[in-house]
């Protein structure tokens, strides 16, 4: 250095997130005579988020009624960007929408849960987008509650055009629902079905067996299933029944 230059030197090891804004002052003078030079440098620092937190998770949702979820997300400087997923797909249904201060950015997440939501992982993720890896994430496995879906068909096996006098025919009802139907019911033209095992009629959880059919035996059959959250009838299956 020159003969009238003085270098002075301040090392920070390890500098935490506790010195983000933390100011630092070099004041020089060689007289009283002349006022001191200062000069002044603040820290300014990329931080990744250090939590994400899921505020009001619910142990049940049901379907087709509003819920506000809300997220926060703390210490991630100077941006933060949260995005919602469901099974680590964006989530794009809903409303979003964000606020700021004391350090933390709220997402609220307002939606109408779905039966297809039932079942999968809805997660809140948090990061900074300068800084790679920096996602931290909190999740909700998603308990949906529903009426039964339900729909009816005639047995696989079974050609619908191709049924005669005298063949057996069963019927396939097909339920989704949360929670799990307490009762299926059977219907012909209307009328509630039975089982009568001396005419034919077998009724087996989720199906049922019509042995050796006759023309009485046609119409519109369908099949209903009820649970805690209402009950629901399939669409009509006709069945015809042709001359041997």
């Known amino acids: 250095m020159g003969r009238h230059v003085t270098v002075n030197r301040l090392e920070v090891p390890q500098i935490s997130r506790s010195a983000l804004n933390n100011t630092y002052r070099c004041q020089a003078s060689n007289t009283k005579l002349v006022a001191p030079v200062e000069r002044s440098i603040r820290i300014e620092m990329l931080l990744k988020p250090t939590s994400v937190n899921l505020t009001n998770k619910l142990k049940v949702f049901a379907s087709n009624t509003q819920y506000n979820l809300t997220c926060i997300v703390a210490g991630s400087v100077p941006d933060t960007e949260i995005k919602w997923t469901q099974n680590n797909r964006p989530f794009k249904r809903g409303l979003l929408s964000t606020s700021q201060g004391n350090g933390r950015v709220v997402s609220t997440l307002t ?9 999968t992982m809805l997660k809140c993720e948090g990061s900074n987008p300068r800084l790679q890896n920096s996602a931290i994430e909190d999740s909700l496995l998603m308990n949906v509650i529903y009426p039964p879906q339900v729909t009816l068909s005639l047995g696989s096996t079974l050609r619908p055009d191709d049924i005669k006098e005298g063949d057996d025919v069963y019927f ?22 039975t089982q009568n095992v001396s005419w034919g009629i077998i009724i087996s959880t989720r199906s049922l067996v019509l042995q050796r059919v006759g023309r009485i035996h046609s119409g519109f059959y369908a099949c209903s299933a009820a649970n805690d959250r209402g009950e629901t009838q399939s669409a009509p299956v006709n069945l015809r029944i042709r001359c041997k």
Do not use: A, L, T
């Open 172 to 193: 396939e009802c097909h339920i989704k629902s949360n929670p799990k139907e307490h009762r299926i019911m059977w219907s012909h033209d209307g009328q509630p079905v």
């Open 111 to 119: 939606f109408y849960p779905q039966p297809e939501d039932d079942g």
